[in-house]
């Protein structure tokens, strides 16, 4: 059995050149014995969910971690270019000695922590925002629809940010978005806040009519501007007016019938 | 006349349901802070070996979340919207399977368990690749990537149930798996590492999660024009949470 866990699973630090700062890890293995091999690469996002790819490339030397104290260092020179460093501490365990000469396949793991690094020298990286996209159904049924808004923004800044903000519908239900970190130059679709859990941001009534305007507003990270977006649907009775027309015509058809 | 009372009547009812049932109400908790200090970072511990199995590891200090500021840096571990302090776990319930002797024509199987725990963490993602096909010790002979009955890839399940398709391949089964495995019956390849194919996702969420359980099934069949020897390769699984 493999069995590993990785603790903070995610890292984020911003930092001067010529500062030094240090993380300690927890991992452990509850499984079968085996080695550990830390290794830290860069990764590149997988899509817009928050995944990862985990590439060849190396990081700079001056981003460590020792595995007799489970520690990682990062102390960038005070040359280091102001740019965003994507990384991923992995710990690989070695595959099994086969002493079977059985027809087989043998398990190697990986278990990764991602780190969100920002080199600045004031401290104050460039943060800009686009609303990709802010959308929802135009129209839906007033019954059985519930209303789920499609929320991507694009980091086109120098730093990763976290949206905070949420979603206003007719200035009375709001949905509070999730603070996920945005990567520099790429996009990420926002899920949002039910207390703890991460959820589709929907709109639950049970019944709505008419037009429902969906007021998008956040800002990123401590920067004072708010982004903004607006999204309309229409809800009507779709379902009820088909009744009654259906109704309608039973009652034509039987009146005719007697008559 | 008549008409227009039905109207009327349409109307106010359709009114009356759409105050009754569309009424909503904001909550207070939506206005709490964004950001939560969930534990203080302390900056220290040891390593602390225990019993048989291998700890990297142990600390009694910071084990997870902190925020602190200081010249020159600012510092966050963890999601601070998730009050948590679970780490990010996979485990698999084995480090080998063993298919026996390969009798022609008729498939041998053999499933592992799955699990991960991202309850610490957005979501995640888990890939997987072979370093090669299925070899002899001497690289001669292979055992090709299943095609499935008709054609299937590392990225693309189909069905394979006919006993006179051969290869070796897998299944997904459980939570979070792909969808393109639609049935036990569907299988895909491995992405193989010898010719440079990308690790394919077999199970990701993204959102928070405990006890996330699936089964992988591999399959292999072999004609009866393949070479003896024993075959084996070996499958990397690479378990990443979500940034």
Request: net charge neutral.
């Amino acid at each position: 059995m493999i069995n590993l866990s990785v603790s903070p699973p995610l890292f984020e630090a911003i930092i001067q050149p010529g500062k030094t700062v240090k993380q300690l890890y927890t991992v452990s293995n509850n499984g079968n014995e085996t080695t550990l091999t830390p290794n830290l690469v860069y990764f590149v996002p997988d899509g817009n969910w928050g995944n990862i790819s985990l590439t060849d490339s190396k990081v700079p030397d001056w981003i460590s971690y020792d595995q007799k104290s489970s520690i990682l260092t990062i102390s960038p020179p005070e040359n280091t270019p102001e740019t965003d460093h994507f990384l991923t501490l992995t710990f690989e365990t070695k595959a099994p000695i086969d002493l079977t000469d059985q027809n087989s396949t043998s398990y190697k793991s990986i278990i990764g922590t991602n780190i969100l690094l920002t080199i600045s020298k004031d401290g104050n990286p460039k943060k800009s925002a686009e609303i990709v996209e802010f959308s929802a159904p135009k129209i839906v049924d007033s019954f059985f629809s519930p209303i789920t808004y499609n929320l991507t923004l694009a980091n086109t800044g120098n730093s990763f940010w976290k949206p905070n903000g949420k979603i206003i519908i007719n200035n009375d239900k709001i949905i509070k978005l999730a603070p996920f970190n945005v990567l520099s130059n790429y996009k990420r679709n926002i899920s949002c806040l039910d207390d703890e859990n991460l959820v589709e941001c929907t709109l639950q009534n049970k019944f709505n009519i008419g037009k429902i305007t969906a007021k998008l507003e956040f800002s990123i990270d401590d920067d004072p501007k708010i982004y903004k977006a607006e999204t309309v649907t229409y809800a009507f009775p779709f379902l009820l007016i088909l009744v009654f027309l259906v109704l309608g015509i039973i009652v034509k058809v039987w009146r005719k019938k007697k008559r | 006349m008549k008409r227009s009372k039905v109207l009327v009547f349409c109307v106010v009812f359709l009114s009356t349901t759409y105050y009754v049932l569309s009424t909503v109400h904001g909550q207070e908790r939506i206005e709490s802070p964004n950001y939560r200090i969930v534990f203080p970072n302390l900056n220290s511990g040891a390593g602390i070996p225990t019993s048989s199995n291998y700890n990297l590891n142990s600390t009694i200090g910071q084990t997870a979340a902190g925020l602190f500021s200081s010249n020159g840096y600012r510092v966050k571990a963890g999601f601070q919207y998730i009050n948590s302090i679970i780490p990010f776990s996979f485990s698999i319930s084995d480090i080998q399977k063993n298919f026996g002797t390969l009798t022609p024509d008729t498939p041998s199987t053999s499933s592992s368990t799955i699990i991960v725990s991202a309850g610490g963490a957005g979501g995640y993602s888990i890939k997987a690749h072979e370093n090669n096909p299925l070899k002899t010790f001497d690289a001669v002979n292979t055992i090709i990537d299943t095609l499935c009955d008709t054609t299937c890839s590392e990225a693309v399940a189909a069905s394979w149930t006919s006993s006179t398709k051969y290869g070796f391949g897998f299944n997904m089964n459980g939570n979070d798996v792909p969808a393109d495995f639609t049935t036990t019956d569907y299988y895909r390849q491995f992405a193989d590492k010898s010719t440079a194919e990308s690790a394919a996702t077999i199970m990701s969420s993204v959102n928070v999660g405990t006890s996330r359980t699936a089964t992988i099934t591999y399959k292999v069949n072999v004609s009866s024009v393949q070479p003896a020897g024993t075959y084996q390769n070996i499958i990397t699984f690479t378990a990443i949470p979500s940034y």
